[in-house]
């Protein structure tokens, strides 16, 4: 046989090329390549409201397997996309249904972006400053008589409530209608983030708890 004979590679060779299984994807391109969903950017995410922007953490990553459950105030280190999947797990119906959730909050985006043409994920954060009322009113007793008091809102519950109303929207309007859930997140996410008083359930919520606070100053 002509030619030159080319060795086989060694075992010890073949598994030094291999990737280690279980070393971290740690570079910074994993990182920046990552998308929510496998579609959605949220690299260039931007932030009208400076006060809930430290609260508001947007990460390719939509399911942590409860890692910062037992943690205080590490919820706003989750993604506000995992936070809005926990609160529509929040009913009796939907409760430990993660998946059937994150299912919802997928479709809803594809439909968000079919009908605006944006990032959804831009439409979510916007929603959420928009919806995240200012003030509320707390009960102070003087003497046995309950008065009310208006105080500013904490940026981190500011984030909680605004979450709040919009998955109480969904469940207002999922509840005895045929409308599927993910259409209704859809409806909620582009009313709010157009700050629709009419329109959205959330932005209502919120003009009418700020409306009761200054009533109360």
């Given at each position: 046989m002509?030619?030159?004979e080319t060795?086989a590679?060694s075992e010890?060779d073949v598994?030094?090329d291999e ?8 570079s910074e ?9 496998g ?6 995410i931007?932030?009208?409201?400076p006060s ?6 947007v990460?390719?990553?939509?399911h942590?397997m ?17 936070r ?5 797990m929040?009913?009796d ?8 959730a994150?299912?919802?909050?997928r479709?809803?985006f ?5 009908r605006?043409?944006e990032n959804?994920v ?8 928009n919806?995240?009322?200012?003030e509320e009113?707390v009960?102070l007793?003087y003497?046995?008589i309950s008065v ?6 904490a940026p981190q519950r500011?984030?909680?409530q605004?979450l ?5 929207a969904?469940?207002?309007?999922t509840?005895?209608s045929?409308t599927?859930?993910?259409?209704a997140l859809?409806n909620?996410?582009v ?5 629709d008083v009419e329109g ?8 009418e ?9």
């Amino acid at each position: 046989m002509s030619g030159e004979e080319t060795e086989a590679p060694s075992e010890e060779d073949v598994a030094a090329d291999e990737p280690d299984p279980d070393a971290p994807a740690s570079s910074e391109a994993a990182n920046e390549n990552a998308k929510l969903f496998g579609v959605w950017d949220v690299t260039e995410i931007a932030y009208e409201d400076p006060s809930t922007k430290r609260y508001m953490t947007v990460t390719p990553i939509a399911h942590t397997m409860g890692r910062h459950a037992s943690k205080q105030f590490k919820k706003s280190e989750i993604s506000l996309v995992e936070r809005l999947i926990n609160r529509l797990m929040q009913t009796d119906e939907n409760t430990g249904k993660k998946q059937q959730a994150t299912r919802i909050v997928r479709d809803a985006f594809d439909i968000v972006h079919e009908r605006t043409e944006e990032n959804p994920v831009q439409v979510l954060v916007t929603a959420v400053e928009n919806a995240a009322p200012r003030e509320e009113t707390v009960r102070l007793k003087y003497g046995g008589i309950s008065v009310p008091k208006a105080v500013d809102v904490a940026p981190q519950r500011r984030v909680d409530q605004a979450l709040l109303f919009i998955s109480d929207a969904v469940a207002s309007a999922t509840y005895k209608s045929t409308t599927a859930a993910a259409e209704a997140l859809a409806n909620e996410l582009v009313a709010a983030a157009d700050y629709d008083v009419e329109g959205s359930y959330s932005i209502s919520q919120k003009e009418e708890r700020e409306r009761v606070a200054a009533a109360a100053r």
